[in-house]
């Protein structure tokens, strides 16, 4: 399968993608979780966000690359969202890894941090990030925080 993947910060992104975007975080963290929360809390046209687009154009993944000091002072990686038809088919840890290796490109080697759902912390693991302790819960869903440390 042909896959598209592509960063662009916000202000590049044109109606239809980030149109895309929203819907697709929708399906997944509000309808999928039966989660009722504000996703558009202002720090999307501060990040860059990765789009993974099928062989049909559609977008099957996104998360956002979030700058140092805009919510913590590491760069972080968030609302990362996979279609659910293509997960558990190794897209996601590519995707992780994408956004790993932009991030460091962006911002310099540097740790990056991410607020995980507690249940997908062994999936981040693969990626190289672990646990710094901090769980809580957001949403009611709980959650871990997790830091990458490069080596």
């Given at each position: 399968m042909h896959l598209d993947w592509q960063f662009k910060p916000y202000k590049e992104l044109n109606l239809n993608e980030f149109h895309d975007i929203i819907a697709l975080r929708l399906k997944a963290f509000v309808v999928e979780q039966n989660c009722t929360?504000?996703?558009?809390?202002?720090?999307?046209?501060?990040c860059y966000h990765l789009l993974l687009r099928d062989g049909k154009g559609d977008v099957i993944a996104t998360a956002r690359i979030i700058p140092p000091g805009l919510v913590y002072d590491e760069a972080a990686i968030g609302r990362v969202v996979l279609n659910n038809e293509f997960r558990g088919t190794g897209i996601g840890i590519e995707l992780m890894e994408r956004c790993i290796k932009f991030a460091h490109e962006e911002f310099g080697l540097s740790p990056i941090r991410i607020s995980a759902q507690k249940h997908l912390e062994s999936f981040y693991n693969k990626t190289g990030f672990v646990s710094t302790g901090k769980e809580y819960l957001e949403d009611d869903i709980p959650h871990v925080e997790m830091l990458l440390t490069p080596q």
């Open positions: 929360y504000l996703d558009l809390d202002g720090k999307d046209k501060k």
